[in-house]
């Protein structure tokens, strides 16, 4: 992992960047200001602070609530845009999502609802930089696969979305550290699919 770090004389910003970065699993360091930061490849700091540094920053105030989005702004900021986004989303009574900013995974979630799960997907793409944005959908349940194809595509119009022959992606063993379909949508956001297309 590249090497983060976070600097800053705010008390507060200093306890909210490291709870961020504790939240998504990032490894960091904390320097004081003042310290050499010669080593940082990013530094996390305040926007009042970042001029101070000629490494890269990020500032507590651009960072996202969501733990995903903080994850994949960081990964995004330190492969500079470069990697492609993959969600994969497997639809059924419960709909799981994995997505992954080049090799890394970003977040894996189960979803009740068809709403919630595009609110999410989509909050993430807008939030996360990366040179491409695609999202797959297993063609399990054909009429749910098309809403949410549907309903994506519609909402991101700089986003592919593709239909995936999801045969098989349930019957492998699970994925360390993820549910029954989470591991599925992580299995669908690696296989290439069908381009969809609206009928307006």
């Known amino acids: 992992m590249s090497r983060i770090c ?69 990964l995004a900021q330190l492969s500079e845009g470069d990697k492609t986004l993959l969600v994969g989303l497997d639809p059924g009574s419960r709909i799981g999502m994995a997505a992954f900013l080049g090799e890394t995974r970003l977040a894996s979630r189960t979803f009740n609802s068809r709403a919630g799960a595009c609110n999410s997907v989509i909050h993430l793409i807008e939030g996360v930089s990366a040179r491409r944005s695609v999202v797959r959908i297993g063609d399990g349940d054909p009429s749910l696969s098309t809403w949410l194809a549907d309903n994506l595509a519609s909402r991101l119009t700089n986003t592919v979305v593709e239909i995936v022959d999801e045969s098989g992606t349930s019957r492998n063993p699970s994925l360390k550290g993820l549910q029954k379909d989470q591991g599925s949508a992580a299995r669908i956001a690696f296989r290439k699919g069908e381009q969809f297309t609206r009928n307006d």
């Open 6 to 74: 976070v600097i800053t004389a705010d008390a507060r910003a200093y306890y909210a960047l490291v709870s961020k970065l504790r939240a998504a699993d990032l490894p960091f360091l904390s320097l004081s200001p003042g310290d050499k930061s010669n080593e940082c490849e990013l530094i996390l700091t305040t926007r009042a602070e970042a001029g101070q540094f000629k490494a890269a920053t990020m500032a507590l105030e651009d960072l996202d609530e969501s733990v995903d989005v903080v994850r994949g702004q960081i």
